[in-house]
């Protein structure tokens, strides 16, 4: 009787060890590598210095520890083979979780790269030190939040194609989050309104990155959707500028300047100064809408009024004036417009050498 009780005993033993469901963890990665785990791509790259390791979960979650480094990428996602646009491969969108601990400089961001032309890519939810910056684009208000859309160029660095020269596109949230849902799709539409293009893509990853910092991650949560109805909102996206309800703010001199003596200016603000007739700044607008009020701050370099048009695809649509040298706000309301990529220009028509016009930024509402 004895025995056959234990026999009993062990054979539900076995049979409860064998309905524990398998959790798929890897050993922690200390080096360079590239592979595919649990139904995803994932990448641990280090440059020379300090530490790093990273510990594959089940599905897109992981973890990474990283010491002293100078540049560390821990990623987790889906590699393609640079044949097919963001739009042949279906709409793409992350949820995520995590516990994000950085010391320094770092960032929790969906990541990745598309060539033809090369650009390397950023959706920065969550930064440590350094919030991102660069030429200023424009702004997406999209899954319940405001990105700030920069470009910067990298001159003679390390890529996926070796050694080259490349933009870097980015959308950097305006407050930080730990979780939630990135409508991938929504910001690749987005950059391309605001003229940055997206070729066919390599890679999209949700990213845990350490620049000249230390820290740690626990990416908890990780799915990658590819397919099916965007997450972000109507189709085309959200742009700030693109509805009534939406706001975008674009600096004067990160617009394209024409004209005989159009230039940059650091007082009374930094911006740009207007100081002939035809002197002009100029920039391309995604408008999902056809009606929008344009604020324009700015300011004459002496008592006189100094006069901006406002032009939108060619046509004229008011004049911005200001009456001293004070920096001061003009707003022409219910503007009338074409929708879709429309060609903004700021430009002096009326100058009789009384005055210079001197501009900050133009909002649109």
Known sequence: MQSSRIRLFV?????????????????????NEVGTHDGYDYEFWKDNGGSGSMTLGSGGTFSAEWSNVNNILFRK?????????????????????ANFQPNGNSYLTVYGWAVDPLVEFYIVDSWGSYRPTGTFK?????????????????????????TATFKQYWSVRTSKRTSGTISVSEHFKAWENLGMTMGKMYEVALTVEGYQS????????????????SGGGSNPPPLSGGGSDNTTKKEAES??????????????????????????VKYTQYFASGTHSFSLRGASNNSNMARVDLKIGGQTKGTFYFGGSNPAI??????????????????????????DALIDYLEIK
């Open 77 to 97: 996602g889906k590699k393609f083979n640079e044949t097919q646009t963001h739009q042949q491969i279906g709409n793409m969108s992350i949820s995520y979780g």
């Open 11 to 31: 054979a539900i033993v076995i049979c409860f060890a064998l309905t524990i469901p398998a959790v798929n963890v890897q050993a922690a990665l200390s080096s």
């Open 330 to 355: 003009y707003t022409i309301n219910n503007v009338s417009h074409g929708t879709g990529n429309q060609e903004i220009e700021l430009v002096v028509t009326a100058d009789e050498g009384n005055w």
């Open 138 to 162: 424009g702004t997406i208000n999209v899954d319940g939040g405001t990105y700030d859309v920069y470009e910067t160029t990298r001159t003679n660095q390390p890529s996926i194609k070796g």
């Open 255 to 280: 617009m394209t300047k024409a004209g005989q003596y159009t230039g940059d200016i650091s007082s009374p603000f930094n911006g740009v100064g207007l100081y002939a007739n035809n002197d002009s």
């Open 214 to 229: 230390s820290g740690s991650a626990n990416v908890y949560s990780n799915t990658l959707t590819i397919g099916g109805n």
